[in-house]
């Protein structure tokens, strides 16, 4: 997860990190990136319940979420060829809980290369989960709600630097 932030903060061309509060977490801003000069045509979705947009590439299909795809699930592109994907999914069940109980959840539940930034403004978690070929970037949203992306197949490099640019996206609705 390490190399996971790492790749992002090189892709996104940030000459310098912001550091936030005492903690150093770092900060990854939308608007250090110059989209247009990375030639990827993308377009933005908001998810109004949840106050957030995302930009998303257009190799991506904006897909109708289904029960198949699991409680929470409020979206879902996918690569018309099945391999790639990201979904976007609200976590039940932790209003009100600090990022600190969030990042001790999900290492309970063996979450490895946990890395925290503050990703547009929100304060977002990294980290995989051992024997997925995922990675999962969940955040407070500013209504409250702890939110989830997952990106897979991370093991495709292709993939996983898309993956890094989508996160870098993420922010509050404007």
Do not use: H
Not at 60 to 83: C, H, M, P, R, S
Not at 91 to 114: D, K, P, Q, R, V
Not at 158 to 164: D, K, N, R, T
């Amino acid at each position: 997860m390490k190399k996971f932030l790492a790749i992002l903060l090189t892709l996104v061309s940030l000459l310098t990190v912001s550091v936030a509060s005492a903690e150093n977490v770092p900060a990854i801003n939308w608007e250090d990136i110059d989209i247009e000069a990375l030639g990827i045509e993308g377009s933005w979705y908001t998810f109004d319940t949840i106050a957030l947009q995302i930009w998303i590439p257009d190799v991506f299909l904006n897909e109708d979420v289904t029960e198949e795809d699991g409680e929470g699930v409020i979206g879902k592109f996918v690569t018309a060829d099945q391999t790639a994907a990201i979904y976007g999914q609200v976590i039940e069940g932790y209003e009100g809980a600090t990022m600190e109980e969030l990042i001790a959840s999900i290492e309970s539940n063996g979450a490895t290369e946990i890395e925290r930034c503050l990703l547009n403004g929100l304060d977002a978690v990294s980290y995989s989960i051992p024997d997925t070929d995922a990675v999962y970037v969940t955040f407070v949203t500013e209504s409250g709600n702890f939110v989830q992306f997952i990106f897979t197949p991370v093991s495709d490099e292709g993939f996983a630097e898309v993956a890094q640019l989508v996160t870098a996206s993420i922010m509050p609705e404007q």
